[in-house]
């Protein structure tokens, strides 16, 4: 069963983002679909929404904290109003561009974990490792993931490698086969591929046995991809 992922990023508003999960939920309920669907709406679009089990809607970030002195940012308070119990952390959009550290991060995974969250961490190296090979990707792989609690329940690991972020540069179902394949021997979490992953690249990509599930960006942003995907998910063991 395939974990069907959607990051909005900084994207839809509070009004389109509730038609998009009331429509995927309409859908799910028709189909009868039992697989996980993930929806990352904007902090300002989280809400109490009557859905299916199998939806889970999460946040793409919090603070870790229950509520305090942190202008911007959001505790679980927050979260608690809406029954927002899944959450993303490590994003390389939180890495890179916000310059979120990794002692945050690792914080933040401790502070969610122990909340019993639902955690999809995110890891991907940038252009210039994958460059040097796959011995180096590894190695900057499992180093984002030092001071993580692996064996944790309700972690999903999301593989997401920088350069194929929104480039529209989609890893090759060889690299994906074989990073993948390697996580797989020390990780027993699911583990999905994200990065330009889109409707007509998603069916080879969870064909691979090492591939849970994916998390996607752009491709999901259109309510009837999204439907499309998870209709395709649903068909892989
Ligand atoms: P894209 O699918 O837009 O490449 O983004 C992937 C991603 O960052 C999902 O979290």
Redesign the pocket.
Known sequence: MKIIAS?F?TNHTRKSASQFIKQVDEFIDKSNIKNDVLIFPSSTSLDCFDIAQNIFIGTQNAYPVSDGSYTGEIGTIHLDEFGIKTILIG???RRHIIKEPNELIIKKYDFFKARDYKIVY?IGEPLEVKNSGTEAIIEYLFSQLEGIDLSYENLII?Y?PVW????GVVATIDDINEIHSILKQKISAPILY????KVDNIESILKLECVDGV?????SWNVEDFIEMIKIGAKEK
């Open positions: 990051n990023k994003h390389s959009e995110c999301a997401e194929a972020i929104g480039t994200g990065g330009s992953v998390l996607v960006g752009s491709g």
